[in-house]
């Protein structure tokens, strides 16, 4: 299934894209598209017997804002360096074991919202990434194949990052990762069954209608169900968690001098096959 919500921000509703491209509305059956959603397995069945059966209203799709697919999340969980080609480009050596930092929740907005270059910033950077969403509580998992049936869906994720803060600003990269509006997310949360090898996807972004990023799930250091399983270890993960897996080559960062950063007035868009395609536009804070 094809989980979405939409409407102006802070009002969204739960809606369905089903098979043939139409948007259907779930809120007759569900209240929302959340971590409480996902850990039911009743109100999911509920929600694909009424899509099966045609029994869910139809949905004007005419000039409707798509929100995040994923309301009250808990914790943004992010993998760093988890490309071979994108750790070649930096000059980075690949981790050993994954590099694991956050993100506010309150900086996921929708797929076409809106991104924010932060105020002081000369080094905004585009990062296009697969995101995971926990489905059940995942806590010292012990084995891959248990890792990905804690895996409620998939979407795709837009991890901008601003180098400058993250790399020179001293500490951590938080700094430079939890800027306001910077993990747009969407369009929709693909279920699980619907992705049946995570590690098979295209990623691909554009700046401004340029080819920047052009890659495969495939060349991930750690694989999502590695990730997921190495991560209950250190943390307990709930239904409506995310894990953002890391990102190809192609950033602005591994880029020759000068390096294309982003400034306002540049339009960012990603996709990855299966999952989605999101657009944005930039503006300053």
């Not at 979405?4 to 491209?21: K, N, Q």
């Not at 697919?69 to 980075?92: F, M, Q, S, W």
Request: with cysteine; hydrophobic share 40%; aromatic share 6%.
């Amino acid at each position: 299934m094809k989980l979405l919500r939409v409407g102006a921000v802070g009002a969204e509703r739960p809606a369905l894209l089903d098979g043939g491209g139409v948007l259907r509305d779930l809120s007759g059956l569900v209240a929302d598209i959340d971590g409480g959603l996902l850990a039911d397995d009743a109100a999911l069945g509920r929600i694909r017997e009424a899509a099966e059966a045609g029994e869910l209203p139809v949905l004007d799709a005419d000039g409707v804002r798509i929100g995040a697919p994923l309301a009250r999340i808990g914790k943004v969980v992010c993998i760093g360096l988890n490309y071979h080609d994108h750790a070649r480009e930096t000059g980075a050596e690949p981790p050993a074991e994954p590099v694991i930092f956050f993100k506010a929740a309150d900086t996921v907005v929708g797929p076409y919202d809106t991104v924010l270059v932060p105020r002081g910033s000369t080094r905004t950077d585009w990062e296009v990434e697969l995101a995971v969403v926990i489905g059940r509580t995942a806590r010292y998992l012990e084995s891959r194949e248990e890792a990905l049936a804690h895996v409620a869906g998939y979407a795709v994720a837009h991890d901008v990052s601003e180098r400058e803060f993250q790399i020179e600003r001293g500490g951590t990269w938080d700094k430079g990762k939890n800027c306001e509006t910077f993990n747009p997310l969407g369009p929709w949360l693909v279920t699980a069954d619907e992705v049946p090898d995570p590690q098979a996807l295209p990623l691909k972004l554009w700046v401004n209608g340029e080819l920047k990023q052009d890659g495969t799930t495939a060349e991930q250091i750690f694989p999502v169900a590695e990730v997921v399983r190495y991560v209950s270890q250190f943390m307990t993960l709930y239904p409506g968690d995310v894990i953002n897996t890391g990102t190809p080559a192609g950033v602005a960062l591994g880029q020759p001098e000068p390096k294309p950063y982003l400034r306002a007035g540049d339009v960012v868009e990603l996709e990855i096959e299966g999952l989605g395609r999101q657009r944005q536009e930039l503006k300053q804070a």
